[in-house]
C-alpha cells in the first residue's frame, strides 16, 4: 500500500501546492461547529413556552431522522441547524403553535474517524475532533518512519458522494510556509514511500554484514 502511493498520485494526477486546499480546506473551529448534522449527533431542540418539546437530548438516528413530538419524524442528517430550525418552525406552525420560536444546537457531535496508512510508525484509525490537522494526524500515528516521503502526503475525502484527494508537502507544512489542513472524519492519510531513503537505509544495515563477509572471506 505504501509503496504504491506514489504512483497513485501519479495515476490520478492530485492536486498539489495551494491547489490542494480547493479540495482539503483549512477549516476554522466555527465552520467545524456550523457543519451538517450526521446521524448519532446529540441535539438541543428548544421551542419557547413548551417545555415539554424543549430537550437536549434528540438523538439523530443512523438513518439520519431526528424524532419531534409534533413535528414528527424529520430528517437531520445533512442539514444545518439552521435548516432543521426552519423545517421544525414551519411544521410546528402549520397545525400546533402560532409563530414558534425555535432553536436548535449540536450539544455533542458523533464519534467520526480517519486512518493514517503508509510510511508511519503506527499505520491505524484514529478518533477526529475539531482540533485534528494533518500534522497533528500524522503525530497521531506515531509520526513517519525514516523511508516516508514527505513531499508526498495524501489526504482522500469523500465530497459530495466523489473520492477526492489532494497531495501536500509534509516539510512546506511544518515550516509555516503553508497552511495546515483540516482532517474530518473519513479521511484517509496516505504517507508516501521514499524508495531513495529506503535504499540508503538498506545500504546501511547491511553494510556490516558485509564488512564481516569481507574479513573472513
Known sequence: MASAAPALAKRIDLPSGMSAYET???????????????????????????????????????????????????????????????????RLGARYIRDPQVSVTVSERAKSNFAVEGQVEEPGVYEADVSTTLLAAIARAKSPTRTAKLDEVLVFRNLDGRRMGARFDLNDVRAGRVPDPQIIGGDTVVVGYSGAKGFWRDVRETAPLLNLFYIFK
Not at 417545555?51 to 431526528?66: A, C
Not at 437531520?76 to 435548516?83: I, V
Open 24 to 90: 482539503i480546506p483549512v477549516k476554522a473551529m466555527d465552520d467545524l461547529v456550523a457543519q451538517s448534522i450526521r446521524p448519532g449527533d446529540t441535539l438541543s431542540i428548544r421551542v419557547f413556552g413548551e417545555p415539554e418539546l424543549s430537550k437536549d437530548d434528540y438523538v439523530v438516528d443512523t438513518s439520519g431522522f431526528v424524532q419531534v413530538p409534533l413535528a414528527g419524524q424529520v430528517i437531520a442528517g445533512g442539514a444545518s441547524p439552521e435548516d432543521l430550525r426552519i423545517e421544525l418552525a414551519r
